[in-house]
């Protein structure tokens, strides 16, 4: 006899909480059947898998490598799951990571959108740095996640949305003053020293470092800030110059009124952002819905800084 699904679920949670009696508490049982369970599961591993204590058990060596394999498989059960409910399309229950340099500004403007579409839709935002988005996506955690492309990961379907240019920020007077004497300097012209970042992780920093052909090593005042809105605060006090995604101009703009930015010459440095999945995962609707909502919420952020910017 094969071991069942709800023997997996229990013996998770009793290597979870280390107590059979508040194991079963939590899955509404009670103790003797939880232990009945568990001493079938091991009958039919024909290994032991916890060491019984007086008031608590512990993991054998077995019980390590059975919790390892019974974790990926929980997950990705609940990936199944998750896949039957949006086979009908964005519906349900939906987990989305973006990456921070996004998140406050692309999803208070895709809510709306969202909401419209269907009211029914429970979404679960995981804001994180790209790396930790895609490991999420790897184990079944999430279900899609927005960031920066290409991301050089394997197994992975990548759907760009739209390209957000980077702009140049400082302080008011002195991007005004570059703007009247038609000095907006090229990236790679931006002096190390007057160039702040975020923190290291983030890939907007990265992506700032490439478009001026450095490295971090080479800027002299890196204040390593862990937000764009901590950065934008630098900046319009006289801290240096960073770079600004379009899509942040409005809110961060509206925040901080001693902030000037300007365009750069073309070509414009910029960033691909894109909507990543598993490529085994199948999409059958809601992917491509939850696509073109996020591209619509994009696109009105970028035309609302173009309006801004370019009047």
């Not at 009958?43 to 512990?58: A, D, N, S």
């Not at 998750?82 to 895709?110: D, E, H, K, M, N």
């Not at 804001?127 to 394997?154: C, I, K, N, Y």
């Amino acid at each position: 006899m094969s071991v069942t699904l709800r023997q997996i679920r229990y013996f998770l949670a009793v290597a979870q909480t280390g107590q059979i009696g508040r194991a079963a508490e939590m899955l509404h049982i009670s103790q003797p059947a939880l232990s009945v369970q568990i001493k079938e599961l091991e009958e039919r591993l024909g290994v032991t898998v916890f060491e019984r204590q007086p008031r608590k058990v512990i993991l054998t060596p077995a019980g390590h490598d059975m919790r390892h394999h019974a974790e990926r498989v929980m997950a990705e059960m609940t990936a199944l799951e998750q896949s039957a409910s949006l086979a009908r399309g964005l519906t349900g229950r939906f987990s989305l990571g973006v990456i921070p340099t996004i998140a406050p500004y692309l999803i208070p403007q895709a809510l709306p959108l969202l909401r419209a579409q269907n009211l029914g839709l429970e979404l679960r935002v995981r804001e994180a740095q790209t790396q930790t988005l895609l490991s999420d996506l790897e184990q079944g955690q999430l279900d899609a996640a927005v960031m920066a492309l290409p991301t050089g990961a394997e197994n992975m379907q990548e759907t760009p949305l739209f390209r957000d240019r980077f702009l140049l920020a400082g302080h008011a007077q002195h991007i005004q003053h570059l703007v009247d004497t038609n000095a907006i300097p090229d990236p790679v012209q931006i002096a190390p020293h007057q160039l702040l970042l975020l923190d290291e992780g983030h890939c907007l920093a990265d992506q700032a470092l490439a478009a001026c052909s450095l490295n971090r090593s080479a800027t002299k005042v890196d204040l390593g800030a862990s937000s764009l809105s901590t950065l934008c605060g630098l900046v319009a006090g006289g801290f240096g110059v960073t770079f600004l995604p379009e899509i942040a101009l409005v809110r961060e703009m509206g925040s901080t009124p001693d902030m000037g930015v300007a365009r750069f010459e073309a070509p414009q440095p910029e960033r691909q952002i894109g909507l990543v999945r598993r490529a085994t995962s199948k999409g059958q609707g809601w992917f491509q819905d939850l696509s073109q909502i996020l591209q619509q919420a994009g696109q009105e952020l970028i035309d609302q800084a173009k309006a801004d910017i370019d009047t």
